[in-house]
């Protein structure tokens, strides 16, 4: 069974077998055909998409302000931690010629190694469910065919 979908710029066709099936060309037509779907198909009813619709969010309950950046995204790089340390304590020209001696010559900044960049991260809870749904995801790549 072969099912032509023909779009142009207000509307869409509809066609199976060269029968004509739906034409929506307003935005009434398309919520009736929407809803029409939803209820022949039972896309509301299906587990997986009930399964899918909890996961995630379960995981939105589980995103805080990363705890390493305070949701910033960037920290300060571990050398310059080490330098303002040692020499953080020193003001005016004795700073400046410390820096110019012994400065890191990284970036003072970098990008978060917990959140990536984010500023986001999960709780323990939401790692905990995060590996699982990584594992459903290997699980289904070892399927063949999929």
């Not at 969010?57 to 990363?66: D, F, G, N, R, Y």
Request: aromatic content about 6%; charged content about 30%; some cysteine.
């Amino acid at each position: 069974m072969k099912i032509a979908l023909a779009e142009a710029k207000k509307a869409v066709r509809v066609s199976e077998g060269g029968r004509e099936l739906a034409e929506v060309n307003d935005e009434k037509s398309a919520l009736a055909a929407l809803l029409a779907a939803v209820r022949w198909l039972d896309i509301n009813g299906r587990e997986e998409l009930k399964v899918c619709a909890t996961l995630e969010a379960m995981l939105e309950k589980e995103i805080v302000s990363c705890p390493r950046c305070k949701g910033a995204g960037v920290i300060e790089h571990p050398a310059w931690s080490g330098f303002w340390e040692a020499y953080g304590h020193m003001r005016g020209f004795e700073l400046s010629e410390a820096m110019d001696e012994k400065g890191p010559k990284e970036p003072e900044e970098i990008t978060c190694t917990k959140c990536n960049g984010s500023g986001k991260a999960l709780t323990p809870q939401g790692e905990k469910i995060a590996k699982k749904v990584h594992s459903l995801h290997y699980k289904l790549l070892e399927l063949k065919g999929w």
